[in-house]
């Protein structure tokens, strides 16, 4: 029952999911009658995969607005604690949750519910960012800490560079640390003692780090794992997705202004669109909260169907790979 667009965009992104993937079973946390009326809405070939898509009936809803802590206080009979409640018990089957609700309430009723792994205090949210020569960069924290001690942005590298390697299969991440400036005087407190911890957690092989960077290097291909705070993070994913699809607009405009251009811009097509499909923020929705027991993928709120349908994508990649597990793991290797 979360996300802008209603449970509409949510169901029909569920429903593509299970019908590309034959083994997938999705349980829909929401009024049950209205969920059942939207799956009898299903278009074709869609309606096919309704079997699969199994209702679970939850009156209420955590609403966009609500705190943290009115969640915790309010929120225990809506979809979003009910779902996660399904997921803390391990005999019932479900290996994720995925949901476009409030981010907060997400956030603190996971925590709750789930737990937190050995050793982590606080979860993370992190996404995966197109950069150049085919490679992506994980950026976190993406608003569930908006201001970070130096720990906790440790903390962040550890289990970005655990996701890099798990997900990705990448031996040695490359993580450096968001910050105004390369240089070692730049940046705030707690991002230059994060950097002091950072070099010593290096000289121990936990991953290859980097230093410093500006925003610029996300993009380049020479990072995999880019840390700063909640706020920060928030704020440049954002920004990303704005300028993304403002580049893939404007190519398009600028092939269409003219007679010549519209020409090029049949010839330009295919690339034009595989540059718009690379490119497009949709394609990468889909945040996980990372340290928590289990697996927990925060949806774009203004995601429609096809961006729910990647952020359940992204669910069943790291189940998969059993994330939780294998970042435990590496927790415990770390110093």
């Known amino acids: 029952m979360g996300g802008d667009h209603g449970s509409r965009a949510i169901i029909h992104g569920a429903a593509r999911a299970v019908q590309d993937n034959p083994a997938l079973t999705l349980e829909l946390f929401g009024p049950r009658q209205h969920v059942m009326a939207e799956l009898s809405r299903l278009p074709q070939p869609l309606a096919a995969a309704a079997s699969r898509l199994v209702p679970r009936d939850a009156a209420d809803a955590v609403p966009q607005e609500a705190t943290a802590a009115w969640a915790l206080r309010h929120g225990q009979g809506s979809s979003m604690a009910l779902?996660?409640?399904?997921?803390?018990?391990?005999?019932?089957?479900?290996?994720?949750?995925?949901?476009?609700?409030?981010?907060a309430a997400l956030v603190a009723l996971s925590r709750?519910?789930?737990?937190?792994?050995?050793?982590?205090?606080?979860?993370?949210?992190?996404?995966?960012?197109?950069?150049?020569?085919q490679r992506q960069c994980y950026l976190l924290d993406l608003g569930a800490n908006v201001d970070s001690p130096a720990q906790r942005l440790v903390d962040f590298a550890v289990m970005g560079s655990a996701m890099a390697q798990c997900v990705d299969g990448i031996e040695k991440p490359r993580v450096a640390l968001l910050n105004v400036g390369a240089e070692a005087t730049k940046g705030s407190a707690s991002v230059r003692e994060a950097d002091v911890i950072?070099?010593?957690?290096?000289?121990?092989?936990?991953?290859?780090?980097?230093?410093?960077?500006?925003?610029?290097?996300?993009?380049?291909?020479?990072?995999?794992?880019?840390?700063?705070?909640?706020?920060?993070?928030?704020?440049?994913?954002?920004?990303?997705?704005?300028?993304?699809?403002?580049?893939?607009?404007?190519?398009?405009?600028?092939?269409?202004?003219?007679?010549?251009?519209?020409?090029?811009?049949?010839?330009?097509?295919?690339?034009?669109?595989?540059?718009?499909?690379?490119?497009?923020?949709v394609r990468y929705n889909?945040?996980?909260?990372?340290?928590?027991?289990?697996?927990?993928?925060?949806?774009?709120?203004?995601?429609?169907?096809?961006?729910?349908?990647?952020?359940?994508?992204?669910?069943?990649?790291?189940?998969?790979?059993?994330?939780?597990?294998?970042?435990?793991?590496?927790?415990?290797?770390?110093?």
């Open 83 to 103: 779902m996660l409640d399904a997921l803390s018990h391990t005999h019932s089957g479900i290996d994720a949750a995925v949901s476009a609700g409030n981010t």
């Open 198 to 281: 950072l070099c010593r957690y290096a000289a121990q092989g936990v991953f290859d780090y980097r230093g410093y960077a500006e925003g610029g290097d996300l993009y380049s291909g020479c990072v995999d794992v880019m840390v700063c705070d909640g706020f920060v993070g928030n704020a440049v994913l954002k920004s990303s997705e704005g300028l993304a699809s403002m580049l893939v607009e404007r190519v398009q405009a600028a092939f269409e202004s003219r007679l010549s251009g519209r020409l090029a811009s049949l010839l330009a097509r295919p690339v034009l669109k595989r540059l718009k499909r690379e490119l497009d923020p």
């Open 286 to 335: 889909g945040a996980s909260l990372l340290g928590l027991s289990r697996i927990v993928v925060k949806s774009h709120g203004g995601a429609h169907a096809e961006g729910f349908y990647y952020a359940i994508l992204r669910a069943m990649q790291e189940v998969e790979h059993n994330l939780p597990e294998r970042l435990a793991e590496r927790w415990r290797a770390a110093p």
């Open 112 to 133: 709750r519910a789930l737990g937190m792994l050995p050793g982590i205090s606080r979860p993370a949210i992190s996404t995966a960012i197109p950069a150049r020569k």
